[in-house]
């Protein structure tokens, strides 16, 4: 780790003005940027603790929606009453990932900003765009099996690692922040994002010294909901593809409402708004679902130890589609 | 030189070679906590955290020091900058050697020291300097931020192995642990044969991933070093160090009195205890490196991986006639290790025409040696799989397919099994398992979203003697309720297989004590030398030699109160006579042959006239030195107390000798897998598994079936998960940490089923006991393939069988 | 710098200008000689550090010591001496749950937060019913301590001392019905483990767990 000069925040104004410099990170569970900071991956010179921030609470909001403190745990937000009354496809994705040691640390501001796993970009002596711009990219013809099919770019596949952010793209989550100038807003988690394009290394929209403080969730959406994670071992595996959905019928057995936000496969929480819309009002038949599969990978591209992963989102997606027509929860 | 020279050869010494069968103690012993499942004796330490390894000694004015590795994978080092350290706090110095630094661990029980440079460079992560701070904070930023410049030959590296096969060559049999071998005319046996089946497979690298990383505290007490060190052997690892460092034997001592797993990952030493003893030296400080989780995978050692082809001609009934062993594995340059996939197949099943040979590639990867059941671990999922794929073309039960190329004696020797129990651990593992109500036909038991399937697999594995010594010493102790207390010393290691314990209840048993009255001083290599643990020889064979120097304190006892040995009972801290003494033989012949020589003598007088000495024949004969009528019982205490500095002791030295070569040993047994792979995603969890395993006698049945445990998760993780990653252009070691290499998990692993079949087998040691230890991971992993395919109707030859490789094949 | 005050197993510590990048795991290690929690990766990835801190579990090796004055930090030797083991630590030593025993300081101290979670309703991964989860039930307990590797693999016999202790200290009112296990043991009888992607059903399980199974909901469905 390299050295920093460690603060801590007492307000969350306080805390953006403080970390206006570039090379200034936020730690609040810390259980993704010290990952980092020990591999010199993160290098921040000043560290502005934000754990005593009284931005714990989870409330609802006028709407019936919900609004989250940043520092509010994996943790508690998978076991608090509303989320999983209202909101249970964030309780299950949040409750696929990490472990519990991990979940009682990590954040949900911070979940959003954990980073990539991909081999090259967690070595430091290996060329990596997104680590060190305009180094190459020795994924892409290298070891590939676990990395990105979608959103990819000739500079970069690398995978965004999150379960919780693919549920909060889902929902409709935005993310309040507050800038170092004490300005605030809100960005849709579909905004918060940036592909990769040649510029991999800009992961999100945040500003040098921008504090994540909220994340609200508008009011809950009626169906099943329903988080499905495939990964190489049980269990303290990243996602090779998971998915999260909404899904509600008539009783007519016309799909209503259909929400699918995909992890494990994007270079952000991939979702497209166009495969739902195809698919709402059908009766979720094998060709209209063959239909949304090859819209949602239509610009895919494996890179070789990737390829399946392309099989198989077709595949899981036909299986959430029509598990859900069928009744059944799981 | 010597491993064996004690230093002080005043003790008397049982001696004994494995010559002969030998009759146990243990079935006339009084109290019984050998075959006792009891708790660990040092489990109160362990589950608070009070059993120290050694990144967790203490010693003042300690430095803290932290590897430097080699970031290409062939190449020079041209010039390291310690200058790129400056203004860092609390750095002390770089220091390398390029001499002495280790390029690779060393191998198991070898006496000298690995191949030594530092300036050479041979893999990705090769350790080439180790940073030394007041902190290990600062130890680390140096060790990132130290400019090291190379002559980079990367374009020369050997680091594809499909691209490297076409240079394999020859293995050095000599210096390996098998050897090649040719019985009959296999290659026209083939052709002969009526049903055929050959396959090839390939197993990927493998780490051990021990939980503690290798970690070594140097400190020099004057010229000489002391190591607390993680380490599996002492007696041959301090040689090795003696070796790197030019030091006599006075002058290394290691000690390891607990070890957070080795799984053959720290037979041999490794880089981080040769740098730790440098630097301590040059800085006149304890020094301690503990290796980072990625530099363990790096920079120790891995499983190579390999290529076999099995080839078996069996005629339509199954009776294999001919049974073909291939394997290509790969190592550094210059190392002879290599994977002996076969050591099994030699005797494992029947045929008169049978080839092994083995073959390697020279890689520039991390060095390859030995890794949990070297050679069965990975050489049975091959075997097991072709036969499991030849019953399914012959439409035979596996089990039958076995039973019908069950050999009376092995097939590749000619000679007998000291005791094979194949057969039996099948049909009650087969029983326990419900194998007969399995579904025998693939793809066809969907429950839910969840294909449905099981497979077995034998497993076996060589039980080896190692040469091993031990000191027992009876001495008060007012604390203790019987007034003495036994204190077993040998350098033996108890690295989570249970030494402490079971080593501990044989004292007990021999001694008549309770288990609190024993104390077993392990893992420093200034006690008597013993076999370290590997080979799953440990208990055997550092158990042997606590036996024997248990059994000579006996015989001391038994003397010193007058009383013949084979008439003595030690129970609850006393000593009396049982039974009547049995004339042995030589007994016998020494009674009637006084009596021979006494007339014959009588004789020569008459006729010569002439008078000889009474002491011609000086030995008393049993009958005039011991009182049978003595029925007294004597405390120990007493006993005790009756000898100069109020203590005894005896040592046991047990050497391997011809049992080893008139028969074969081995432990054998078997596996059930019971598995569920995804309809839809693919994705295969074991849903239960039963073992069962013949291995001699159990000392312990609780710490033996967490033995098994452990065999049998391996099993999961090489089948279904577990694979080193080699980038083939740098050479680095892709996944190199726990998040990427994956181990199984707690939700990964089912509730496991242990069967341990008794067997009683006289020849391997007077114990009977036999190597447990790495049994149950030979063969597990086939288990685990087989069920598979039955399951979906996949075959998979390419491990770890990950769903991507079952997904475009699976069943509608 | 500055002293920092860390309060361990209720007794307080003063650090004298402590590296801020000192972790909780080496303050406790290289500095406090508390050597009961282990370090196996140093990244997170194995919970052999794993240590409690108000009562939850972390891993001490992924956060900063100083960012924890004033926090209540229990390590193995705050649960359990060898003269006075807790229920857990005992449960551990009968059941064999340990070998090498360097994995171990970090189950115990993670299985001790687990029965805590457990007590609270918290619901896992592999939980059925998200409001109602039966902690007790072998596959949740193998799911929540997946945060805690061990190579030597006493997997089975961890469960069976967390199991054995969890049946104890757990009582039915914790759930809304009476568990069907309750004679049963529940390690031996549980006839699905391991499988848990995605989240198996009623009919997998092969039995019902100790709560009702609720219909799919309007707002947010059972999965």
């Known amino acids: 780790m390299k050295r920093f000069e460690y603060s801590r925040a007492d307000a969350p104004e306080q805390a953006a003005t403080s970390a206006s410099t570039e090379d200034t990170s936020f730690i609040a569970g810390g259980t993704n940027l010290l990952d980092l900071m020990k591999l010199e991956i993160e290098t921040p010179i000043k560290l502005v603790d934000i754990t005593r921030l009284e931005l714990e609470k989870v409330e609802t909001t006028a709407d019936g929606g919900l609004r989250i403190g940043t520092l509010v745990t994996n943790s508690d937000l998978a076991a608090h009453p509303e989320v999983i009354a209202n909101y249970p496809v964030l309780s299950r994705a949040i409750l696929a990932g990490a472990t519990g040691q991990l979940r009682n640390k990590a954040t949900t501001g911070g979940n959003f900003l954990q980073r990539t796993r991909c081999y090259y970009f967690y070595q430091t002596d290996s060329a990596c765009n997104k680590r060190e711009p305009g180094t190459g990219c020795p994924a892409i013809n290298g070891e590939n099996r676990t990395l990105a099919i979608l959103g990819t770019s000739d500079a970069c596949i690398a995978q965004h690692p999150s379960d919780m952010a693919v549920a909060m793209r889902l929902l409709d989550a935005t993310i309040e922040t507050v800038k170092a100038d004490g300005s605030t807003r809100s960005i849709n988690v579909k905004d918060f994002y940036c592909l990769p394009k040649d510029t991999p290394h800009i992961e999100n929209v945040l500003e040098a010294g921008e504090l994540i403080t909220h994340v609200v969730l508008p009011a809950p959406v009626k169906g099943m909901h329903t988080y499905d994670k495939v990964r190489d071992r049980a269990s303290y595996a990243f996602a090779l593809v998971s998915c999260a959905a909404v899904i509600d019928a008539d009783d007519n057995g016309n799909l209503k409402t259909v929400r699918l936000a995909f992890g494990g496969i994007g270079t952000e929480p991939w979702r497209n708004e166009e495969v739902e819309t195809l698919l709402m009002g059908t009766d979720g038949n094998n060709d209209v679902i063959a239909q949304a599969a090859n819209l949602l990978l239509n610009d895919a591209k494996g890179k070789g130890q990737n390829d399946f992963k392309i099989p198989l989102t077709r595949r899981l997606l036909k299986q959430v589609i029509q598990r859900a027509l069928a009744g059944e929860g799981a | ?812 | 710098m500055s002293t920092l005050t860390l309060t361990i197993n209720k007794q307080d510590y003063q650090l004298e200008n402590l590296d801020a990048r000192t972790t909780l795991l080496d303050v406790c290690r290289q500095h406090l000689q508390i050597t009961g929690p282990k370090k196996g990766c140093d990244h997170g990835q194995c919970g052999a550090c794993t240590m409690l801190i108000n009562g939850r579990r972390v891993n001490s090796c992924l956060t900063l010591a100083v960012m924890h004055d004033g926090d209540d930090i229990t390590t193995i030797e705050g649960i359990g001496m060898p003269e006075s083991l807790s229920a857990l630590q005992q449960a551990f030593k009968d059941n064999d749950a340990f070998q090498c025993g360097y994995c171990t300081p970090g189950q115990i101290c993670s299985a001790t937060a687990l029965i805590e979670e457990v007590k609270q309703n918290w619901p896992s991964h592999v939980s059925t019913d998200l409001k109602n989860p039966d902690g007790r039930l072998v596959q949740e307990i193998a799911e929540r301590m997946s945060g805690n590797i061990c190579r030597c693999s006493a997997y089975p016999n961890i469960i069976k001392a967390i199991s054995q202790v969890l049946e104890s200290q757990v009582s039915n009112s914790q759930t809304q019905e009476p568990s069907t296990q309750k004679a049963d043991n529940t390690v031996q009888n549980s006839s699905v483990t391991g499988i848990w992607s995605p989240p198996p059903s009623e009919a997998q399980l092969g039995k019902t767990s100790a709560n009702t199974k609720t219909a799919t909901a309007t707002t947010g469905g059972r999965s």
């Open chain 2, 1 to 812: 030189m010597s491993l064996f020279e004690s230093i002080t050869q005043s003790e008397p010494t049982k001696k004994m070679t494995m010559d002969e069968p030998v009759e146990s103690l243990f079935s006339t012993t009084a109290s019984k906590l050998v075959g006792k499942p009891i708790n660990r004796v040092d489990g109160s330490l362990k589950v608070s955290g009070q059993a120290p390894y050694s990144a967790e000694i203490h010693l003042d004015n300690k430095a803290y020091g932290v590897l430097v590795g080699a970031t290409i994978a062939k190449g020079q080092v041209e010039n390291i900058d310690s200058s790129s350290l400056d203004g860092i706090p609390n750095i002390i110095k770089v220091v390398t050697d390029p001499k002495h630094f280790l390029r690779n661990s060393q191998q198991g029980g070898l006496k000298k020291a690995p191949k030594q440079g530092a300036t050479e460079i041979f893999y990705h992560g090769q350790p080439i300097a180790v940073v030394i701070a007041e902190t290990f904070e600062a130890a680390t930023e140096g060790a990132n931020a130290l400019k090291v410049t190379y002559k980079d030959e990367t374009d020369q590296a050997a680091l594809n192995f499909t691209k490297e096969l076409s240079n394999a060559h020859e293995v050095d049999e000599k210096k390996g642990s098998d050897k090649n071998y040719v019985q009959g005319d296999p290659e026209q046996g083939l052709a002969d044969a009526e049903v055929t089946l050959d396959r090839f497979y390939h197993t990927p690298s493998q780490n051990s991933s021990a939980m503690e990383p290798h970690a070594t505290l140097a400190h020099w007490e004057g010229e000489k070093l002391v190591l607390y060190t993680a380490n599996q052997m002492l007696a041959s690892c301090k040689q090795q160090v003696m070796d790197a460092l030019n030091l006599n034997k006075d002058q290394v001592q290691l000690i390891a009195h607990y070890v957070g797993g080795g799984f053959g990952s720290k037979l041999g030493i490794a880089p981080e205890s040769i740098a730790a003893a440098i630097a301590s030296k040059d800085l006149g400080r304890p020094v301690l490196i503990t290796m980072t989780r990625p530099q363990v995978m790096e920079a120790t050692v891995r499983r190579s991986n390999t290529r076999q082809r099995i080839a078996i001609g069996c005629d339509k009934n199954g009776v294999i006639d001919t049974l073909i062993h291939d394997t290509i594995s790969s190592n550094l340059p210059d190392e002879a290790f290599f994977e002996p996939t076969a050591l099994s197949t030699h005797y494992l099943y029947s045929g008169k025409n049978r080839r092994v040979n083995y073959e390697m590639v020279d890689m520039n990867q991390v060095l390859s040696g030995s890794m949990r059941a070297p050679g069965e671990a990975v050489g049975m999922i091959a075997v097991e799989c072709a036969m499991d794929e030849l019953a399914a073309q012959l439409d035979l039960d596996p089990i039958e397919l076995r039973r019908r190329n069950e050999p009376e004696k092995d097939p590749s020797k000619d000679i007998p099994f000291s005791t094979r129990q194949l057969i039996a651990c099948m049909e009650q593992g087969a029983e326990q398992f419900g194998w007969s109500q399995r579904n025998t036909k693939p793809a066809s038991q969907l429950e839910g979203d969840w294909w449905i399937g099981t497979g077995m697999a034998a497993a076996a594995r060589g039980n080896q003697l190692q040469s091993s010594e031990a000191r027992a010493t009876l001495q008060i102790d007012k604390s203790k309720a019987l007034g003495v207390k036994a204190v077993i010393e040998t350098d033996m290691t108890d690295i989570g297989t249970g030494s402490y314990t079971v080593f501990s209840q044989v004292a007990a048993d021999l001694l008549g004590l309770p288990i609190d009255h024993i104390e077993m001083k392990l893992g420093d290599s200034a006690l008597p030398p013993a076999s370290g643990s590997g080979g799953s020889w440990g208990a055997a064979s550092a158990g042997s030699g606590v036996y024997l120097a248990c059994e000579q304190l006996r015989e001391m006892l038994a003397e010193k109160v007058g009383l013949y040995p084979d008439t003595i009972q030690l129970d609850n801290g006393q000593i009396k006579q049982v039974g009547k003494h049995d004339l042995t033989a030589v007994e016998t012949a020494k009674e009637n042959g006084q009596a021979f020589a006494d007339s014959t003598i009588d004789k020569i007088s008459e006729t010569t006239g002439v008078s000889f000495s009474e002491n011609v024949l000086e030995e008393q004969t049993a009958s005039e030195k011991y009182d049978f009528d003595n029925t007294e019982s004597y405390a120990l205490a007493d006993v005790i107390a009756g000898y100069e500095e109020q203590k005894v002791s005896a040592k046991g030295q047990i050497k391997p000798g011809k049992n080893g070569k008139k028969y074969r040993q081995s432990s054998f047994g078997v596996n059930f897998a019971e598995v569920a792979v995804h309809k839809v995603t693919g994705e295969i969890r074991v849903k239960r598994m039963t073992g069962a395993f013949a291995a001699g006698r159990i000392l312990n049945h609780k710490t033996a079936t967490s033995q098994c445990y452990g065999g049998m998760v391996f099993g999961i993780g090489s089948a279904l998960m577990e694979e080193v990653i080699h980038d083939k252009r740098d050479g680095r070691l892709c996944n190199h940490d726990l998040a990427e290499y994956h181990v199984p998990v707690n939700a990964d692993v089912p509730q496991l089923d242990v069967i341990l079949v008794e067997e009683d087998d006289p020849y391997t040691n007077p114990m009977h006991i036999k190597g447990i230890g790495e049994t149950a991971i030979a063969g597990a992993a086939a288990a685990i393939a087989n069920a598979v395919y039955n399951a979906v109707g996949v075959r998979v030859y390419d491990f770890p069988i990950t769903l991507d490789k079952l997904l475009y094949e699976m069943p509608e």
